[in-house]
């Protein structure tokens, strides 16, 4: 009596192995696009946190504005509570203040957007990692 070999040929672990990666070509843009959305959301929230900042101390100092992130983060009580330097989500923020207190810009610099802040809020962005911003 013969007895039927177990295990799979090799055309069902073709046939499995197609369905796992269609499976996987469905499920892999459906989970990225919304992280890469939720880090965008996340950059231009710290842009938009930096600039409050600015405007903040610039109306309680007779319209000059921060000439250092220091008058940010050292004033009592602070209008920053941590430095926004640094990277975060995926983006390189960056801040450049001018040093007469006429102004303020920060870039968040990564993902498929940039993005840049300035003063009195101006938001701009750019498709890639390059992207100017024409204040301070």
């Known amino acids: 009596m013969l007895r ?5 040929t090799l055309v069902e672990v073709l ?3 197609a369905i796992l990666a269609l499976l996987a ?3 892999i843009p459906n989970i990225i696009g919304p992280r890469m959305f939720a880090n965008e959301s996340a950059a231009q929230a710290r842009l938009r946190t930096f600039s409050t900042a600015c405007e903040t101390y610039a109306a309680a100092n007779n319209g000059t504005y921060p000439t250092a992130e220091a008058n940010l983060t050292g004033a009592s009580p602070p209008y920053l509570t941590e430095s926004l330097v640094g990277t975060s989500a995926g983006y390189a923020f960056s801040q ?4 007469g207190g ?3 810009a920060m870039k968040a610099v990564g993902g498929t957007t940039s993005y840049c802040i300035e ?3 101006a938001e701009s962005s750019a498709a890639g990692t390059t992207i100017t911003c024409s204040a301070p």
Do not use: E, L, M, R
């Open 25 to 27: 070509a469905v499920a």
């Open 15 to 17: 046939i499995v192995i």
């Open 96 to 99: 450049d203040f001018d040093s």
């Open 4 to 8: 039927k070999a177990k295990g799979f």
């Open 102 to 104: 006429a102004g303020y």
């Open 119 to 121: 003063t009195g809020g």
